[in-house]
């Protein structure tokens, strides 16, 4: 099955392993028209790029982007725009400790039981270094999005049980730090925690939010392509998440209806008195703050002494050494806004043949 | 865009409103060869039927299944199995009194603003009417998963704050009771909650949970269709589902590495020592239970004055009248067990081309 | 697979087999906002239906197709559009004398070994009645080119030898004949060729040629969804059709480049000096008129006596009895240009998000 | 919409145009466990390859694939494999005299006025360069099949007139001229008619012919993924076809249902006495050779005045200079080939699906 793709009218394409030679994505129905360049690129990609903090790997993967096709004069002319990074560490290390070890947390034991075989290098296409694939989409649906007025806001609003709790304490303005955590207060508490569980070879999981503004009403399709829907596929197609939640979420499950419900009055224009909902209401936008959180899993490679087994079904002890992120979730951030990003416009693109008076609009020149 | 179809190798296209003539699936990519009566889809639909309960509408909406092609001799032929629900409650009622009004918590703006019509009789296509179609699909899905050795059990895990909160005290032999809570102690007291709740014309949310066993090791795959991404599209795609999460789900968020990972061991057969991961790595089954719960808002439509405005944007007061569920989450419990029922054969077949010797292994005879 | 669906955007779903309860088809992504009547449907239908003339079975199916959902105030929803044939002629018949044996020309055979199981019952799904289904969509689809100004015409070209050679022997006001074929004197010559071939308990093979005005330039996609490759597929897809060519066909083989290029001049608009193309450079639409052609191969249903095997593999000689059509050309037409109809409008709908200007224009409102 | 990508189980999709830094293809969903190297796919592109006659461009395009990821120790991983063609000829040539003319025949026109845009450099992503990226996917799905003991075999069946009309005339062994057509003496008289219009600037068209051996019965499917449709939609996406015939194709049009029946009969296995159908009956193979053709136009770029227009609107006349082929057949053969490969396996892992007991064969280890 066409297992590498995702959107049905902005479809990304992502290929390449962890160690192999290059990495990349074909973004396809990418309208024509639109002006870009690899700096564009080069951009998202450098949000996610490890080595910035102590918190990242130090390994300075470079990720330069190079646009293939589907560009001329730095404008896009509606074919498919291929987009490579080289891998630079790719030579030959010695990988036999890892080649025969199924690592607790990770993919390894999955894959080789449904394939047969594996590419044990840095985990190959299992590795988190194939969402760089997924951030180069990003970049060029939120630069579609953006000349049409939408914005995305993605931070971290948790590392383990230090969180930013209300809405209020969310202050965009404080993210540049190593944790993307727009909370200066909080972000100091959560790398502290971080800072002792490295010290005990361990690593920590957490919450990202994303706000998306100024979407229009109507985006999102009644059975199945819910705006929700689609939103929480892409998100538990990124590897360490483990849950989504739209609007209040899981907390919808203690309310009351006449908690949860968003009463509506009129001021010049709609007016919603809550967001409980997340800006959606029966899979399709309400035209509020789209709001959604997910949960991401501490980094299962650490260094402290864990059981397993080998491909021949011995029992051995392991310890992982190299150095890894001790918490994902502040480079899972522009993860969560480029899949978020590319969910939104394909669903846009699909509400584009929902009335017949938006057929006539550009087909009768009216 | 086809919107109203899930599954890539064995789909279903729903069809239907909540008055209309009918409602109904076509379910394609049902192998031939399986036997299937109406029986069959009747069971399933029965679960799902309310005036069970106090807790569920009176209306007595009879939901008799009719498959009308796609099997021969009670045998299915390979051919697209359709089947109806003729409705037996669509004599023409006064709708006049919600026919201008955007109820909060529905999908009514939502819908008018997207197509510029709407069929307001009992909440069109959003009403939770149409997942009699899924259940449908899911009683066949069901039905190929068991003779595979798979089997699937649903259950409510809480009621507001009244949770089953350790798995030791799932007793699915006492689920027998209106809420499909298998723990008669804490159903009891949720009841309790509930006749409160109805008491001040409110409504109340829960969790559902499901736990699926005997999954071979393999199905899912590695990039965007990842089991538990594909689960999560399922069950978000359910009109009340608000949360989803995968194994320990967002408890990772507080969890270490150390915690979280699951070790490994081999006794005639590999063994985990836990199950943090809800049986899913990098996407693909280990083998162990697939575990996840989803949460589900609270009815929309209470009795309770709500404020809101109408299509012409005058802002009104009002109370919705006749018979809500108070709680939608028992009646739910069939819909999360069918939607994860053909997800899980989907991807089981997606499965069956990923190496090269299950092709010889079909082709060759071998 | 979702093997029974056509189309990506403007989607029909068929289901439904010759002798079952009855058929139909699942019309989704019909935007919101055209009218649409039972009548719209059945004037298509109409010219399907058998029993008009000597040349086609007596059986009267009647064929009165029911919208069972969809539409709200004879006006489309959004939602899919469900509309179902009962069969009326499903009385248990005796096929004992067809239901182990394989007819030459049909695909008996392989139906059986396909899925192990076969509705021998007039062809099941193999049986040309399928069709009926696939118009009733090309009537939804035609009704919203029609709204653009877009106009389809279909007829019989040619029964065996007997042709209409030169377009300008095309007189669309001289169709009404059985043989949909729009010049009497050929009609008549074609009909005594017929009538021959009847007394012989033969069948003959034709030619269906289709033209469609007033398509805008832009339809259709570089790569695999050309304009042209899409509507091979869909005539391809139509039981007897065994070969299909645009424009100019199987003619280029012959030609020079000289010849076959179509040369431009501009006069108060773009003006072709000839249509060798048949309408579509590159797969996309020029503006011209788009011609092609489709190949439909005598009815395979002869009285004639016939050698073939049983299912049990032993050799015997039938006699195929009961009344044929003894050509399926005439009731093709509106099956092709159903067809041509879905095709056309779902490429309409992919161009929709070709540029950037275009998503401006529906979510910007300029 | 992805409309670069083709296939639904086995999918390629390809990215480049003519005259940028690259061009390549993703293949998703190859099985694991196929042995692949860069020799296997370069054995095909090389049959592609101009410069090898004075047919076709003495461009040296050279065209090494080098496979980026899904291999490991030359062994498939399961995972999309890329593989990529370096453009060695982008140097910045001069195209001021064609970046504002629509030249006959091409795609100019069209693309210019689809996306409000084109990269005019060598005709973009109309090239027939674009068809590289097919060969290498056709490349890998040969490889496959061959593995299930099928194989497929293309020609050039006629230039202009000049045509082997009768299949025991075709001689594989004699194909090695620069025309590909097995039959020495009739490819000199195509060749001597080439030469005839190359004198005059002019250029020539044919037919491509290819048969396929040992297909199991049972591939295709019921309704809309006939292996005869999705052929000719595979066929019919390749630039320059303008006709797709299936067995003896526009023949039965002039034919008699006693003529073009197939009959059966039986001696160790099923037999055929003739094979009017192509190897196809109901959309599925019957097991005997898969037999199509499609027919190709003159290569549109000549060296003759033609009359056209500018992107001004403003008439003029042009005489294509540079060297191109005088005729696109003999190149055309391999990518007939590889899409037919493609299209062949595509259904074939769809097939896999479709029977209960291949379910229980694959997962129950019986």
Redesign the interface.
């Given at each position: 099955?066409?297992?590498?793709?995702?959107?049905?009218?902005?479809?990304i394409?992502?290929?390449?392993?962890s160690h192999?030679?290059?990495?990349?994505v074909?973004i396809?129905?990418v309208?024509?028209?639109?002006n870009l360049t690899e700096d564009d690129i080069q951009s998202f990609l450098d949000r996610r790029r490890p080595g910035k903090s102590k918190y990242s790997t130090p390994r300075n993967e470079g990720d330069k982007a190079?646009?293939?096709?589907?560009t001329?004069d730095d404008?896009?002319?509606?074919?498919?725009?291929?987009v490579?990074i080289e891998n630079e560490n790719q030579k030959s290390r010695d990988y036999s400790n890892i080649a025969n070890v199924?690592r607790?947390?990770?993919?390894d034991?999955?894959?080789e039981?449904?394939?047969?075989?594996?590419?044990y290098?840095g985990g190959?296409?299992?590795s988190g270094r194939?969402t760089a694939s997924r951030v180069i989409g990003g970049a060029v649906a939120s630069k579609?999005l953006n000349?049409?007025?939408i914005e995305i806001n993605c931070y971290t609003k948790?590392i383990?049980?230090y969180a930013i709790t209300d809405s209020k304490d969310i202050h965009l303005d404080e993210m540049d730090n190593p944790l993307n955590m727009p909370n200066d207060m909080v972000a100091v508490q959560a790398m502290d925690y971080i800072d002792e569980?490295m010290k005990?070879n361990?690593?920590?999981?957490?919450?990202v939010e994303c706000v998306i503004r100024n979407t229009?009403?109507?985006v999102?399709?009644?059975?199945?392509?819910?705006l929700?829907?689609?939103?929480?596929?892409?998100?538990?197609?990124i590897?360490a998440v483990?849950?989504?939640?739209?609007?209040?979420?899981?907390?919808?499950?203690?309310?009351?209806?006449?908690?949860?419900?968003?009463?509506?009055?009129?001021d010049r224009g709609?007016l919603f008195?809550s967001n409980h909902?997340?800006g959606v209401?029966?899979?399709?936008?309400?035209?509020q703050d789209i709001v959604f959180r997910v949960?991401?899993?501490?980094?299962?490679?650490?260094g402290?002494t864990?059981?397993?087994?080998d491909t021949y079904?011995?029992?051995i002890d392991i310890n992982i050494t190299g150095r890894h992120d001790p918490v994902i979730v502040p480079r899972a951030v522009v993860v969560v806004e480029s899949m978020a990003a590319i969910t939104l416009l394909d669903l846009?693109?699909?509400?584009?043949?929902?009335?017949?008076?938006?057929?006539?609009?550009?087909?009768?020149g009216s």
């Open positions: 099955m066409r297992n590498n793709s995702f959107g049905d009218n902005f479809t394409t992502t290929w390449g392993e192999g030679k290059a990495l990349g074909v396809d129905g309208p024509a028209g639109l190079i646009i293939l096709s589907g001329f404008t896009t002319t509606g074919c498919p725009v291929s490579m199924y607790p947390g990770h993919a034991f999955t894959y039981e449904k394939f047969g075989t594996r590419d290098r190959g296409r299992s194939e579609i000349e049409l007025g948790s383990g049980k569980c005990n361990d690593s920590v999981g957490g919450v229009p009403v109507g999102g399709e009644p059975a199945f392509n819910k929700d829907a689609n939103l929480a596929k892409a998100m538990l197609s590897g483990k849950g989504f939640e739209m609007g209040d979420g899981f907390g919808v499950a203690r309310a009351r209806g006449s908690d949860n419900n968003d009463e509506m009055s009129y709609v008195h909902s997340g209401l029966g899979g399709i936008s309400t035209g949960a991401i899993k501490p980094t299962p490679s650490i402290r864990q059981h397993t087994i079904n011995d029992e846009l693109m699909d509400n584009m043949t929902s009335r017949m008076d938006y057929l006539k609009k550009i087909y009768n």
